[in-house]
């Protein structure tokens, strides 16, 4: 299944002249997208295809049928993971821009009882080197509770902690 009008303004001969084009027609169960070459050859994306004049109205061989997961496969593949180790992983510059960014952020009331509705029934468990909060165990080893020493503040909360400090000083 493909998009006719779409593939038309990216190529300007026949499209049955596309590289697996009649696979994509005759698929009915997944969506196809219409790929160009050319930005994987000359390592740059749409908006500079665009900008080179080289995106829309190309000739057949430049382009190719994919289905959309492995089109976006090959746009995502050089791009980072965003996972919780990749997050501890990140450097403690980028953190720290990220954290400057949202400080002083305000959130509506409607956001903050999705939050909170998100996080009722959430229990800590702790495994005697990290802690976690889940609804269930979330595996062997480990059991209900906090560790000692960590603790979870508010922004507000710790500030008055931080201005107690330096008041005493």
């Not at 061989?61 to 959309?68: A, D, K, N, P, S």
């Not at 180790?85 to 400057?100: G, L, V």
């Not at 009722?120 to 165990?137: D, I, M, P, Y």
């Not at 480990?142 to 500030?159: D, M, N, P, S, V």
Request: charged share 30%; glycine share 6%; with cysteine.
């Amino acid at each position: 299944m493909i998009n006719i009008e779409s593939a038309k303004s990216y190529c300007y001969e026949d499209l049955c002249l596309i590289e697996n084009y009649q696979e994509a027609i005759a698929d009915k169960k997944h969506t196809w997208v219409c790929h160009h070459r050319l930005g994987a050859m000359m390592n740059c994306g749409k908006d500079e295809l665009v900008a080179k004049e080289c995106y829309y109205d190309r000739p057949a061989h430049e382009l190719m049928f994919v289905t959309r997961s492995e089109h976006n496969r090959i746009h995502n593949e050089n791009r980072p993971s965003w996972s919780s180790s990749h997050r501890r992983a990140m450097p403690e510059e980028m953190k720290q821009r990220i954290s400057k960014r949202l400080l002083g952020r305000h959130f509506s009331q409607e956001t903050h009882e999705k939050k909170k509705k998100a996080m009722s029934g959430l229990l800590f468990w702790n495994n005697g080197k990290e802690q976690t909060r889940s609804r269930a165990c979330p595996g062997e080893g480990w059991a209900r509770g906090r560790l000692r020493g960590i603790i979870h503040f508010t922004k507000q909360k710790k500030q008055k902690i931080i201005n107690r400090g330096n008041k005493k000083s």
